[in-house]
Each structure stands twice: as structure tokens, then as C-alpha cells.
């Protein structure tokens, strides 16, 4: 079945950086961009950038703008999110999803169809 | 970018009950927009693409409308698994954006 598994918990200082990583299985992983999404304890989603498995390229929400990078091995069909100058407000669930595209009324749409199951990342001295 | 806007933050509803919960865009994002459920402890999960398209196995109670800046979710008749929280999201701009969420909780 189509899934993306993420890496387990992590816990860092304020300062270090975090790599959480995302494995795609039961579909081709190049041909869905990726979507990284995250969630402090008790608050909203917020869209952090997306990434195209197939080229690479990328694009950052601007309130991470130099501090993320998105990247993948396609050897693995594994994505990753790289969180750098970590302080306590980055303390929050991170998760990965696809972005499934869907031909309608003439225009392609997007939304995230398949989901991580988010990987807890906390940041603490 | 484009701001989104959700009302109301959360709401008391009974079962059978039919619910509407609104969305707004801080300018036209035609038809881009989706709707996600989240349960607690769990990922979202994609309900409504395009502002009015069921997404695969969502159950028919629920429906998307609207365009350009005001779009609307309505649970026809909510369900005990259907309390949750919901959460809008433009797809328009290549930077996307969630609404702040709608809490659905058991009057």
C-alpha cells in the first residue's frame, strides 16, 4: 500500500540541527512532490515548503527561509527535512506528505493525500 | 502571501446535527482550496480538493463549496467520528497556507 514512513523521535539542544527523514513505498516516489508540515503541541498545521523528488527543487515558507533544506536519495525513495539553529519553538510534531494532482474543470489541483506519521522533534537544553 | 481565515475557531454540535464551517482567503485563490480533518494524536487526512470534490472514501455527509476568497465545509449530519478539528488550505500560490483550524466538539 502507498505509505511514507518517518524516522523516530528526536531530541536536541538549542543551537543543533535535526534531519528527519521520509520513506516512500507503493508508488513511483519521483513522480509526487513531497510536502514538509508541522504542529506544535496543542496548536495549528503550518506548511513549512515542498520539494521535488524528481529535480530537487524546492520551495521554503518564508519564516524558514534559511534555516530548512529539503532534499532526497531516489535511490531510496527517501525525502528529508533539515531543521538547523534550533530553539524551543521549534519543539513540534514534523510530518511529510504527498501531493496528489488532480486534472478538473479544465486546471490541475493539488492537495496531500498520503501522510507521515509525524516524527516529534524537542528541543530542549 | 495569502492569509486564511477559519470560523468559527470551534463549535458544540449534537449528532444528526449539520454543521458549516467557513474559510476565507485574504485574496482569490479561485477553486484551490482544500479541507482536512485531523483526529487527535493522528496525521490530518485530505477530505475536499478543489473546494468541492470529494477526495476518495471521504463518506457523502461531507461537502466543499465556494471560490475566490469564501468557501464553506458542511457535515450534513455529523456523525460520532466526526468530531475533530478541520483545517482549510490554499494550494493556489506555490507557497501554501492552512487556516488556523475549527474545533468540532460533542454539545
Known amino acids: 500500500q502507498v505509505q511514507l514512513v518517518q524516522s523516530g523521535a528526536e531530541v536536541k539542544k538549542p543551537g543543533a540541527s535535526v534531519k528527519v527523514s521520509c520513506k516512500a513505498s507503493?508508488?513511483?516516489?519521483?513522480?509526487?512532490?513531497i510536502n514538509w508540515v508541522r504542529q506544535a503541541t496543542g496548536q495549528g498545521l503550518e506548511w513549512m515548503g515542498w520539494?521535488?523528488?524528481?529535480?530537487?527543487?524546492?520551495g521554503y515558507a518564508q519564516k524558514f527561509q534559511g534555516r530548512v533544506t529539503m532534499t532526497r536519495n531516489t535511490s531510496i525513495s527517501t525525502a528529508y527535512m533539515e531543521l538547523s539553529s534550533l530553539r524551543s519553538e521549534d519543539t513540534a510534531v514534523y510530518y511529510c506528505?504527498?501531493?496528489?494532482?488532480?486534472?478538473?474543470?479544465?486546471?490541475?489541483?493539488?492537495?496531500?493525500?498520503?501522510w507521515g506519521q509525524g516524527t516529534t522533534v524537542t528541543v530542549s537544553s | 502571501d495569502i492569509q486564511m481565515t477559519q470560523s468559527p475557531s470551534s463549535l458544540s454540535a449534537s449528532v444528526g446535527d449539520r454543521v458549516t464551517i467557513t474559510c476565507r482567503a485574504s485574496q482569490s485563490i479561485s477553486s484551490y482550496l482544500n479541507w482536512y480533518q485531523q483526529k487527535p494524536g493522528k496525521a490530518p487526512k485530505l477530505l475536499i480538493y478543489?473546494?468541492?470534490s470529494l477526495q476518495s472514501g471521504v463518506p457523502s455527509r461531507f461537502s466543499g463549496s465556494g471560490s475566490g476568497t469564501d468557501f464553506t465545509l458542511t457535515i450534513s449530519s455529523l456523525q460520532p467520528e466526526d468530531f475533530a478539528t478541520y483545517y482549510c488550505q490554499q494550494s493556489y500560490s506555490t507557497l501554501w497556507a492552512f487556516g488556523q483550524g475549527t474545533k468540532v466538539e460533542i454539545k
Open positions: 520539494m521535488n523528488p524528481n529535480s530537487g527543487n524546492t
Open positions: 507503493g508508488y513511483t516516489f519521483t513522480s509526487y512532490d
Open positions: 506528505a504527498r501531493i496528489m494532482v488532480e486534472w478538473l474543470r479544465g486546471f490541475y489541483y493539488y492537495g496531500m493525500d498520503v
Open positions: 478543489a473546494a468541492s
